[in-house]
């Protein structure tokens, strides 16, 4: 098993009741890399990890990995028999064992003593050793998460699925467990598919991202290029705050830099503060949240401007400051297809 | 001859899960059909016109009036014990949590022994009354336990644990938070026991009831030895001094439209309202002592129902057994038949359950057969059960000499009790979260592998609980028993039965503490593990 | 006792369910078995005989015991009430593995004689040991042991003389005093069918009405129920078949010998120069059954003075045959002649009984 192979959604749909839940989707799972597949609730994510998965058959296309066919809609091999990990949000530990065994159920053609020694290594590698007799009642939300990653990984799989992983532990928790489960699931080297709602966490965490929409994938590409060169306008706003602006309210001095177009969208971070050439315009209100100030800029009299700001000084409600743009930050994006 | 081509029925798919079910369901509610085919086809004839127009409304009367009075004896026995037990700390409490389920141990039959004998009016009671009066037995007016309200106090003391088991697993179970909540915006205990607690505990109270009544419906020992003229005393009447076993199958149709309507009750109050259980582990609630007075006044409460439930009535026999002396009576054989009977019926009635709550998890069809039968079987009473099982015997034309009335009288005991060990195994399935099966799946676990591996373990605390209760209540059964065992074959619940309606109570006093000795130490197990379980839910 | 362990180990050893019944044709013929019970012959090795009882005593079961030894005969044995035996065997019908049926009161035989479940006996020298009377006119059924039913009454309220006819028992006289159980208990329905037999609808009507009238209570419990309840002073006559009355007295409960030693126990009868209602317990022949001649054998050995010592013993019924042993407390109680009054009127009369009691609102 050293060679790993992808794993591969060709155009796979999935209907109930005659809506389809998944609509057409590929998707490629790159051994060694983390895929992200981001979206809202509602928007298909769960449902194309269970057709990957094999908890339910597809309608349409095609589940592969590597050559061999998994899910089309003439086979179907049960989720008991490929051999892809999972890991859901809620842990779904097995309450009745102990950690140890928790990770050495999926090594059942083992012998006990072998067993127990690698459900042992991969604790370790989670930085569980001392919690390996804990039952999961006794652990702490990220250990029980920690414990089933290592479950996961210890079988062996040819590829892993994480369901909102993170989603349910504390947020101190969150990075710790974070980064241990990461790391352990690149060493693996398998394809990994990271469900999310969050797009800082894709793309902090991912070296891939896939937008989904209402059954449809979007968009699939690096972090970086999906940020900065979105195709479409929910692709952006999937990965961060937009607001959109027409052309007219705009002023003149920026748009130079600016394609032509009627709409334009910002992100808040296109904008800034002090710049010596900017364009004058007077705050209406601000707020430092932790790291950024929020301001909100009065537009052309009427329109406003959403901005935010990483300098030491919140500018005053009712003074004006000078305000550049950064056409990095701006797209002018078709309106989303329906 | 040219015959038109019948037109094909549309072809009703049958999953190997809806098989294994519609099979369970047929062995489970063959006797209930036999009895009630029989009932219906049957012609009454004139004891049944004799029955309509005398005793009928006198049954019905009787089996309701018995129904209402024990249902407010459990809850009045039930409730405040389990909230207290669960919720505060008072002198005794941890003994009374596992005590006060003790008296699912006697039968009902054997406490009507017992406390006739005590409320008799030569017996210690009204002697002692007399003594310290010095009043004669004429002079003053003394309950009859031979009456409605004597039947339901007894049903009350020998099923009330029944509804404690559940009251106290949802009082323990109720969220801190909750009830932190509640004591923040001002509510007293009684507030919040009336306001959140009850409200909220109310669809587990309910099931135990419902358990506790349908077991109460069905009872034949009791109410036949107090002469209450219940239904089920009914049905045995018009079977043996009528001679009519279709009108005895015809008035079990009543009981059981009674007992489908308990069930009914208890599942509507079950959709209003469940606990939500959510997925983070509770933390240990911290049992609030109570003031040196209201700990009094508790510790009171609970040793009064404990006496008067079981100890009581077991020291009496006990006194009565040890005065008379035991005997030549060879009392192991039938002991030894108990547990022969009690248990293989649990096991195949644990099997019958596996089945049903395993299947029904898999489609509706499944669901609602296996419901219906297991219900039907729960609902009728031991006597229609083994009427039903002779009407197979006769059309099939087999005897019930020999081994096969074992055979016979194990798969009636499993078609009663399925539902009573479906109950709390479908509880423990349903806690388990999807996700875990899911995550089996993705670890290699076939289907079967799930069953073993993670299913079943999960399940594990109900499934005890499940088996414990079958073993128990088989080991009490007495109608069924009666009719069906073979030649040379008694049991405790028959020799005690015999021996009482001899009017030789001496003699019946131990094969009684016999059975109860029999189920106690199952049910202590049962008390220890659902505590030990609460305490693991609660902690961590 | 180790008997009774050894076959008790021998079950477990085996535990198997089929092992340890005995109803099992070949399994329980084990080896180990008949070794274990040399000393006699080995029951079964001259055949088996399936007895319905309506009795529960320990004693029957060492009676059947004793009549395996002595004859190789294996018995089996189903107790249940007799209502319940005679329901049993109408649902089994032709396939009934019954041969012999014994049970308490002649009203109950003749319910099986009236279902057409019994067969004549045929002839023996059991005949010859006991009073014509209490073989069936039809030979469908022979009495095995007398019971008596009379009154137990409180001496300290009630003189002898008001209670020594059953008539006096609808005498206003006694007004609160009488205790009784219910009137569809068979004692009692045997009681009113020699009542009607004897005195005819309107009188026996009359009787129950004024009994009720004398109630002090309305009827509960059993016959011992009424003996304790006059004990404590509650009533000052009760109904009761002598052996109640009896084994309290030889109770080992002190509260229980006390109890009937303050009372005085008489035997009523029904009127001038008549006898006392003295009913049985007999044993008929199961309609199907083949094993005539086994059942013959066992119905000898009851009627023997040995069988009928051990059929006494415990129950403290009066023994039909002359010869045998009374059991140990009979002595307490007044000695009765033979009745003349056929056993068979009890059963004929009994549906009439039962509305005579139920217009009388004796529930």
């Known amino acids: 098993m050293s060679e790993h192979l992808p794993l591969h959604a060709v155009g796979v749909s999935r209907i109930y009741d005659g809506l389809a839940v998944v609509n057409d989707a590929s998707l490629t799972l790159e051994p060694g890399k983390i895929t992200a597949l981001l979206g809202q609730s509602g928007a298909g994510k769960s449902t194309l990890l269970r057709l990957f998965a094999g908890l339910e058959p597809v309608d349409t296309g095609e589940i592969r990995l590597g050559d061999k066919t998994l899910s089309s809609n003439t086979t179907h091999l049960p989720a008991e028999g490929r051999s892809i990990g999972l890991i859901f949000q809620d842990f779904a530990l097995f309450p009745h064992l102990n950690a140890r065994d928790n990770v050495g159920f999926g090594l059942s053609q083992l012998g006990r003593a072998e067993r127990r020694k690698r459900a042992a290594e991969w604790l370790e590698r989670l930085g569980l050793s001392h919690r390996s007799r804990a039952y999961p009642h006794q652990l702490s939300g990220g250990e029980q998460q920690r414990v089933s990653i290592a479950r996961a990984l210890a079988a062996n799989p040819v590829a892993i699925l994480m369901d909102e992983p993170f989603s349910g532990l504390d947020v101190t928790l969150k990075k710790e467990v974070r980064d241990i489960a990461l790391a352990a699931v690149s060493e693996a080297g398998i394809p990994a598919l990271l469900v999310t709602h969050d797009a800082s966490e894709a793309m902090r965490d991912a070296d891939r991202i896939a937008v989904m929409r209402d059954g449809v994938i979007l968009q699939e590409d690096t972090p970086e290029t999906l940020y900065l060169k979105p195709t479409s306008l929910g692709v952006a706003r999937a990965l961060g705050p937009l607001q959109p602006v027409n052309r007219e309210d705009l002023p003149t001095e920026w748009l130079g830099q600016l394609p032509e177009a009627e709409t334009y969208c910002i992100r808040p971070e296109a904008i800034r503060f002090n710049a010596s050439d900017g364009h004058p315009m007077e705050v209406i209100s601000s707020r430092r949240t932790s790291t950024v100030i929020e301001v909100e800029l009065k537009l052309n009299g009427h329109a406003v401007l959403h901005g935010a700001d990483l300098g030491a000084r919140r500018p005053a409600p009712g003074e004006t400051v000078n305000v550049s743009l950064v056409p990095d930050f701006v797209f002018s994006l078709p309106p989303d297809p329906v | 001859m040219q015959q038109r081509v019948a037109p094909r029925l549309p072809s009703l798919r049958l999953s190997p899960a809806a098989m294994t079910t519609l099979v369970a369901a047929l062995l489970i509610g063959a006797p209930v059909i036999a009895a009630l085919t029989t009932g219906l086809i049957g012609g009454g004839g004139q004891a049944w016109t004799h029955i309509v127009s005398t005793q009928l409304a006198g049954y019905t009367l009787a089996t309701l009036g018995v129904l209402a009075l024990t249902t407010a004896l459990v809850l009045l026995f039930a409730v405040p014990s389990a909230w207290f037990v669960s919720l505060f700390d008072f002198p005794g409490r941890s003994i009374f949590e596992w005590a006060l389920i003790l008296p699912l141990a006697a039968p009902g039959y054997v406490l009507a022994y017992a406390w006739a004998d005590i409320m008799e009016v030569g017996g210690p009671l009204q002697s002692a009354l007399r003594d310290i009066t010095g009043l004669s037995a004429r002079d003053y007016w003394f309950p009859s336990l031979y009456s409605i309200p004597g039947l339901s106090f007894v049903m009350a003391c020998a099923l009330y644990p029944y509804a404690y088991l559940t009251a106290r697993a949802a009082f323990t179970n109720l969220s801190l938070c909750t009830m932190e909540a509640a004591r923040s915006l001002g509510a007293s205990p009684f507030r919040i026991f009336i306001r959140v607690a009850l409200p909220a505990a109310r669809p587990a109270i309910f099931a135990g009831l419902a358990l506790a009544l349908m077991e109460t419906a069905a009872d034949y020992g009791a109410a036949s030895y107090l002469g209450v003229q219940t239904l089920s005393v009914g049905i045995f009447r018009a079977w043996h001094s009528f001679s009519e076993p279709a009108v005895a199958a015809r008035l079990a149709f009543l009981l059981i439209l009674i007992a489908f309507g308990l069930q009914l009750i208890e599942r509507q109050a079950r959709g209003r309202g469940t606990i939500q259980q959510t997925a983070t582990r509770w933390r240990t609630p911290k049992r609030q002592t109570l003031g040196r007075r209201s700990g009094l006044i508790v510790t009171v409460g609970c040793t009064a129902i404990l006496l008067l439930a079981f100890i009581f009535p077991v020291s009496r026999l006990v006194w009565i057994s040890m005065e008379t002396g035991i005997g030549q009576k060879a009392m192991w054989r039938p002991f030894f038949n108990s547990l022969t009977l009690a248990f293989a019926g649990s096991a195949l009635a644990f099997l019958l359950a596996v089945t049903v709550v395993i299947s029904s998890r898999q489609n509706r069809f499944s669901q609602i057969i296996g419901r219906l039968a297991a219900g039907a079987g729960y609902a009728a009473p031991g006597i229609v059960l083994a009427l039903g099982a002779l009407f197979i015997l006769s059309w099939s034309g087999l005897s019930v000499a020999g081994p096969a009335a074992l055979v016979f009288l194990v798969w009636i005991y499993a078609s009663r009790f399925t539902a009573a060990g479906a109950e709390p195994l479908n509880a423990a399935f349903s806690r388990a979260p999807a996700s875990l099966g899911n995550a089996a799946r993705s670890l290699g676990a076939n289907r079967f592998q799930r069953l073993v591996r993670v299913d079943l373990p999960v399940a594990m605390s109900g499934a005890a609980a499940a088996s414990i209760i079958l073993f128990v209540e088989m080991l009490k059964e007495l109608p069924a028993t009666l009719m069906l065992r073979p030649f040379n074959w008694d049991t405790l619940a028959v020799q005690a039965h015999a021996y009482a309606s001899d009017e030789r109570l001496a003699a019946a006093t131990l094969p009684s503490l016999m059975i109860t000795a029999a189920g106690l130490l199952p049910v202590i197990l049962l008390s220890l593990q659902l505590t030990r379980a609460g305490e693991s839910r609660a902690g961590g | ?363």
């Open chain 3, 1 to 363: 006792m180790s008997h009774t362990l050894l076959k008790i180990s021998i079950c477990a050893a085996a535990g198997l369910v089929a092992a340890c019944s005995p109803s099992t044709p070949s399994s329980s013929k084990s080896a180990s078995e008949n070794s274990a019970e040399k000393a006699a012959i080995a029951p079964g090795s001259n055949g088996t005989l399936r007895v319905y009882s309506a009795r529960h005593y320990d004693s029957d079961r060492l009676m059947y015991e004793a009549f395996e030894d002595q004859t190789g005969i294996r018995v089996l044995y189903r107790e249940a009430s007799a209502n319940q035996l005679l329901e049993t065997m109408k649902a089994e019908g032709e396939s009934t593995p019954a041969d012999l049926i014994i049970a308490s009161d002649a009203g109950a035989l003749w319910r099986f004689e009236d279902a057409g479940l019994t067969q004549a006996l045929p002839e023996g020298e059991f005949e010859e040991r006991i009073p014509e009377r209490l073989l069936d006119d039809e030979r469908q059924w022979v009495g095995l042991a007398r019971r008596v039913r009379g009154i137990a009454y409180d001496p300290e309220r009630i003189s002898a003389d008001q209670v020594d006819h059953w008539k006096d028992l609808s005498d206003p006289a006694l007004e609160g005093e009488i205790c009784v159980r219910s009137s569809t208990n068979i004692y009692n329905l045997s009681l009113m069918g020699e009542m009607i037999e004897r005195w005819g609808q309107e009188e026996a009507q009359a009787w129950a009405e004024g009994v009720v009238n004398n109630m002090a209570r309305q009827p509960q419990g059993g016959d011992t129920d009424q003996i304790e309840a006059v004990a404590a002073g509650l009533c000052g006559v009760a109904i009761t078949n002598h052996y109640y009355w009896v084994r309290m007295a030889e109770s080992s409960s002190a509260a229980a010998s006390d109890a009937a030693n303050s009372t005085e126990l008489v035997f009523p009868d029904f009127g001038e120069g008549t006898s006392p209602h003295v009913n049985i317990t007999g044993v008929a022949l199961a309609g199907p059954s083949q094993n005539t001649d086994l059942a013959l054998e066992f119905i000898e050995f009851l009627l023997s003075p040995e069988g009928q010592a051990r059929l006494v013993t415990e129950t403290k019924e009066i023994p039909v045959n002359p010869d045998a042993k009374r059991p140990q407390g009979l002595e307490r109680i007044p000695q009765i002649g033979e009745s003349n009054t056929r056993l068979s009127a009890f059963g004929e009369h009994q549906s009439q009984a039962q509305r005579t009691f139920d217009d009388a609102g004796w529930n």
